[in-house]
């Protein structure tokens, strides 16, 4: 009866309502998928995890059917994939060009850009709020910052495609996209070392780590991080928050007259609406709740989750505008918070803002098609919305 597959078409359509039934009868559910996995559903469990790093290893992500061989502490994607100590040095290295400094400046940039994304859509009656406007912000921010071709962006949502949602395809086909973005990456690491700029890439190349500098693997799979987790986290929040106004018409009324909500509002809709699902492997075998995980187990740590258990919040599962205590997980917990939830609060209100200035009403043109991801970042991938107003 707790059997689950992240996998599975109807599972983040429904994700809201599995996670609450399982709270209410089982809270850490089990299934043999993966070689086993687990799935905890309450605040107080995910947050145990997410703090326990004697206990879970933070050296696979994503559960598939990857064998994960990228051995801790470094892991396969520094700092995501790394466990403590060496976790602490190579997270410190990236703090910098993610401070708030470094951010804000991107303002104007993302605001022109979803500007530029709506002109395009011209006077249609329905457009795809997800195809033709949330997906493209993150893809072309992180190809700037990261000093990559703007023009292979469809290979970046390739890329998230295969890693992040094809997650269940046989060994082979994982190894053989993996294999694709190394061979990406390396291209693009050896043209920045042939071609120095000032961009992330070049920052990655001139860092050092214990007065040495970083390894080519090391680069390449901080790289791999930013570009697959920066862009597929941040396109989901966008359209979640605009899959919630089109079927809210009286929250997209207030955003519309309420200008004061904004701040709120986004942190509300980060906390409804957060896209990721971490993973963890067991690292040692343990009783965990009565529940007997094996070392090389994995768990799946739903963010959404503990920022919808009522234990947590008042009116956990209502999109409250205006909640002002609001410490939600959408970010993460523990070790791994994310390094870049300054750029992705930016992109998320300026996209949001920038599309509910220029169409004050708009509706789910047809609930039924609208088509969420699979796996561990939960968003929609199609968003059919109809216009109902233009301003």
Not at 7 to 33: F, K, M, Q, S
Not at 373 to 380: D, E, F, K, L, T
Request: hydrophobic share 40%.
């Amino acid at each position: 009866a707790t059997d689950f597959d992240h996998a599975a078409p109807d599972y983040n359509r429904h994700a809201h309502e599995i996670w609450a039934d399982l709270r209410g009868r089982c809270p850490v559910a089990t299934t043999e998928r993966y070689g086993g996995t687990w799935l905890p559903v309450t605040a107080a469990d995910v947050s145990r995890i997410a703090y326990d790093t004697a206990h879970f290893t933070s050296r696979g992500g994503v559960v598939s059917t990857d064998e994960v061989t990228d051995p801790a502490p470094i892991g396969g994607a520094p700092p995501i994939t790394s466990d403590p100590p060496f976790h602490h040095h190579a997270r410190r290295l990236m703090l910098p060009p993610f401070a708030p400094k470094q951010i804000d400046p991107w303002h104007d940039d993302v605001r022109q850009l979803c500007t530029d994304l709506i002109d395009q859509m011209g006077e249609a009656d329905v457009v795809d709020a997800a195809v033709q406007y949330a997906q493209h912000i993150p893809v072309d921010v992180i190809a700037r910052m990261l000093g990559f071709p703007r023009e292979d962006a469809p290979k970046f949502r390739g890329f998230v495609h295969e890693v992040l949602e094809n997650v269940n395809k046989p060994s082979a086909h994982r190894e053989a996209a993996f294999g694709a973005l190394d061979a990406y990456l390396d291209a693009q690491i050896d043209d920045h070392i042939a071609n120095p700029r000032d961009d992330l890439t070049g920052f990655l190349l001139n860092a050092t780590i214990f007065d040495q500098p970083l390894v080519r693997e090391h680069v390449r799979g901080t790289i791999s991080l930013l570009l697959i987790a920066g862009i597929d986290t941040t396109w989901s929040a966008i359209g979640s928050s605009l899959w919630h106004l089109a079927s809210s018409p009286s929250d997209l009324a207030r955003l519309s007259s309420e200008p004061d909500l904004w701040p709120t509002a986004i942190e509300e809709l980060l906390r409804v609406y957060a896209p990721v699902t971490m993973a963890r492997k067991v690292a040692v075998s343990h009783d965990f709740n009565g529940c007997p995980m094996q070392e090389d187990d994995w768990v799946l740590l739903p963010f959404p989750a503990y920022n919808l258990d009522p234990a947590e919040f008042d009116r956990a599962d209502e999109v409250v505008l205006d909640r002002e205590v609001n410490r939600h997980a959408a970010f993460g917990l523990g070790i791994h918070r994310c390094i870049g939830s300054n750029l992705a609060r930016l992109e998320l209100r300026v996209a949001v803002e920038t599309f509910v200035a220029r169409f004050p009403r708009f509706e789910l043109a047809d609930p039924a098609a609208v088509r969420w991801s699979v796996g561990q970042i939960r968003g929609p991938r199609e968003l059919p919305v109809r216009i109902l107003e233009r301003s």
